[in-house]
């Protein structure tokens, strides 16, 4: 299937994840704005990345309403956001892995000069931010988003 | 059995034996130097009933909670950190932080103030694993309240 074909991500692509409405997965960060905790965007014990999708394939209510096909309602659910080049800073890369689900699936992984650590995953959460509920709702994907 | 009541008399002993230290003044040894002690509260924050409501809620999540296969929480996890949170309460200038859990089942913490940001993990076996970051950023491991407090209190 030609989208499930995996891709070069560019540095000034946008990703996102989805963050659960509990428990407290959001921090106002005084001068930055409201941000996903570090805790909410870590991959699990085991796996070799935290998972996230791309913009420009998937748009933020698409990434919600993914939730209902393991039978959770997206209600309350939010999306934050991160920009590729902000995740390459640290050393870190973001890799295409399509799915079925999910054709602009990737994920922020390890690279040979930087492992996970919690340090990271809190100097990547401050550069996360969180969408609007109109953002949510108007975003398509392949749109671009402002700083 | 339900995780709320997974914690029997045995654990509970457990955790009196191995839990993080209750006063902030208590003394050992640490990765950094120390004040001599550290303002107490006269009375306990007003935040912490709040915020322990918060941490035992905590065990209502469910496998996969974040919707990428998050762990449930341990309640061991929980129980540490809320002799954490009732150690930091008595601290003049701490203020309340965010109460969250970590993919691995962990109870988790988190101040940040615009300047310095302070995450916090508590593990099953009550210790607790941070990351602080500053102008200078470190992270670490240790079993001692204290640690955190000067952190959060140092100018």
């Not at chain 1, 299937?1 to 407290?24: F, G, T």
């Not at chain 2, 955790?15 to 640490?30: L, N, R």
Request: aromatic share 6%; net charge negative; glycine share 6%.
């Amino acid at each position: 299937m030609p989208e499930l074909e995996q891709q070069e991500i560019s540095d000034d692509e946008i990703i996102l994840r989805r963050i659960p409405n509990q428990p407290d997965c959001i921090k106002h960060r005084p001068g930055i704005g409201l941000t996903a905790t570090s805790f909410a965007i870590r991959n699990l014990p085991g796996k070799k990345g935290s998972s996230w999708t791309r913009l420009v394939q998937t748009s933020p209510r698409k990434l919600l309403d993914q939730l209902q096909l393991d039978g959770i309602s997206p209600k309350g659910w939010m999306v934050c956001r991160i920009r590729v080049s902000d995740v390459r800073d640290f050393r870190l890369d973001v890799i295409h892995l399509p799915t079925e689900r999910d054709a602009g699936h990737c994920e922020i992984r390890e690279t040979p000069r930087q492992s996970f650590s919690p340090a990271i995953w809190s100097k990547l959460a401050r550069r996360t931010r969180i969408l609007t509920a109109e953002e949510v709702e108007t975003l398509q994907a392949g749109n671009q988003l402002a700083e | 059995m339900s995780q709320a009541s997974a914690i029997d008399a045995t654990e509970l002993a457990f955790f009196e034996a191995t839990s993080v230290p209750t006063t902030a003044t208590s003394t050992g040894e640490a990765w950094a130097p120390k004040p001599a002690t550290l303002a107490l509260r006269e009375e306990t924050s007003a935040w912490l009933s709040e915020r322990v409501d918060r941490l035992r809620r905590l065990l209502g999540l469910q496998e996969n909670w974040d919707s990428y296969g998050a762990k449930p929480i341990d309640p061991r996890s929980v129980e540490f950190a809320v002799r954490l949170l009732t150690s930091l309460a008595d601290v003049d200038g701490i203020e309340a932080p965010t109460v969250t859990a970590s993919p691995d089942g962990n109870a988790a913490l988190c101040w940040d103030d615009g300047h310095r940001s302070l995450d916090v993990e508590i593990l099953a076996d009550g210790s607790i694993e941070y990351a602080y970051l500053n102008d200078e950023d470190h992270e670490g491991t240790t079993l001692d309240a204290e640690d955190l407090a000067i952190l959060l209190t140092q100018s």
